[in-house]
């Protein structure tokens, strides 16, 4: 029998493949951007994602922080035992620019700690998914999901490792690169004789790394909370994580202020 943490993780499957599929109506359509107070993009296809999402979500009875959804005061979540947190459209520029390196995000944060993560990459329909100690891969997520539902064991993902000791693989935003990151590759080529620079949009960048395809994400620049904490589950399945890049402590969630800090992903 399957337990709750499980159903929950299968629940936030099928929210972020509905959402996701959304988004692929937009995909040829000329888009109608507008700038949110932050000065970051949003679309049509963003709204269509969290609405399709919220639907789905809806039914566990828990809280849904969401990037385009109601925004909640920290006095209203700092009680809150559990709640999703969604980022129903990561990536809107590279979705703007047509490349297909965009993702839907959806975590259940329980006692301030990402515990179920799901992300959904639309333009391949692929999925992961992990939840604890165990990871999932679904390609055709669309048509593959019920056949997930009854036997999650055959999707499990089992990550490469690098045994090339002389290479790292570096990880950076396709759209956002600060000097700080220029820096800190600049650093990482005196330690090793080859860095490989891997760019890449979205979530799609935690995937890469769980699936043991790059070494280490280096995050000096803005991001949100829904942006990171589901790639933060699937890191932790297979032994890697979210460390501030100051205190050096893992990454924490549901704070005063959602934003993030500074962060290296490895």
Same mark, same amino acid.
């Given at each position: !029998?399957?337990?709750?943490?499980?159903?929950?993780?299968?629940?936030?499957?099928?929210?972020?493949?509905?959402?996701? @599929?959304?988004?692929?109506?937009?995909?040829?359509?000329?888009?109608?951007?507008?700038?949110? &107070?932050? !000065?970051?993009?949003?679309?049509?296809?963003?709204?269509? &994602?969290?609405? %399709?999402?919220?639907?789905?979500?809806? =039914?566990? =009875?828990?809280?849904?922080?969401?990037?385009? =959804?109601?925004?909640?005061?920290?006095?209203? %979540?700092?009680?809150?035992?559990?709640?999703?947190?969604?980022?129903?459209?990561?990536?809107?520029?590279?979705?703007?620019?047509?490349?297909?390196?965009?993702?839907?995000?959806?975590?259940?944060?329980?006692?301030?700690?990402?515990?179920?993560?799901?992300?959904?990459?639309?333009?391949?329909?692929? @999925?992961?998914?992990?939840?604890?100690?165990?990871?999932?891969?679904?390609?055709?997520?669309?048509? #593959?999901?019920?056949? !997930?539902?009854?036997? @999650?064991?055959?999707?499990?993902?089992?990550?490469?490792?690098?045994?090339?000791?002389?290479?790292?693989?570096?990880?950076?935003?396709?759209?956002?690169?600060?000097?700080?990151?220029?820096?800190?590759?600049?650093?990482?080529?005196?330690?090793?004789?080859?860095?490989?620079?891997?760019?890449?949009? #979205?979530?799609?960048?935690?995937?890469?790394?769980?699936?043991?395809?790059?070494?280490?994400?280096?995050?000096?620049?803005?991001?949100?909370?829904?942006?990171?904490?589901?790639?933060?589950?699937?890191?932790?399945?297979?032994?890697?994580?979210?460390?501030?890049?100051?205190?050096?402590?893992?990454?924490?969630?549901?704070?005063? &202020?959602?934003?993030?800090?500074?962060?290296?992903?490895?």
């Amino acid at each position: !029998m399957m337990n709750k943490r499980k159903e929950l993780m299968l629940l936030a499957c099928r929210a972020a493949i509905g959402g996701g @599929l959304s988004t692929l109506v937009f995909e040829k359509k000329d888009h109608s951007v507008t700038l949110k &107070s932050d !000065m970051s993009p949003v679309t049509a296809a963003d709204y269509e &994602s969290h609405a %399709r999402i919220m639907e789905v979500l809806s =039914g566990s =009875g828990l809280p849904i922080v969401s990037e385009e =959804g109601q925004g909640f005061s920290y006095e209203e %979540r700092k009680d809150w035992d559990s709640f999703w947190l969604v980022d129903p459209l990561d990536g809107t520029k590279e979705f703007i620019k047509g490349n297909g390196e965009y993702s839907v995000n959806i975590a259940l944060i329980e006692s301030d700690i990402p515990i179920i993560g799901v992300i959904y990459i639309p333009v391949k329909d692929l @999925l992961f998914a992990a939840v604890g100690t165990e990871i999932y891969k679904l390609e055709t997520a669309s048509k #593959s999901i019920e056949d !997930m539902s009854l036997a @999650l064991d055959e999707f499990r993902l089992t990550p490469d490792v690098n045994k090339d000791y002389s290479r790292i693989r570096v990880l950076t935003s396709r759209s956002h690169i600060s000097e700080a990151t220029k820096e800190y590759i600049r650093l990482l080529e005196e330690k090793y004789e080859r860095v490989e620079i891997i760019p890449a949009g #979205s979530a799609l960048k935690f995937t890469l790394l769980a699936e043991g395809k790059a070494d280490i994400y280096p995050r000096f620049g803005p991001t949100m909370e829904w942006d990171i904490a589901a790639g933060h589950v699937l890191l932790k399945a297979v032994g890697k994580n979210i460390y501030d890049y100051r205190s050096g402590r893992e990454h924490q969630y549901n704070k005063t &202020s959602l934003k993030n800090d500074w962060f290296l992903a490895q």
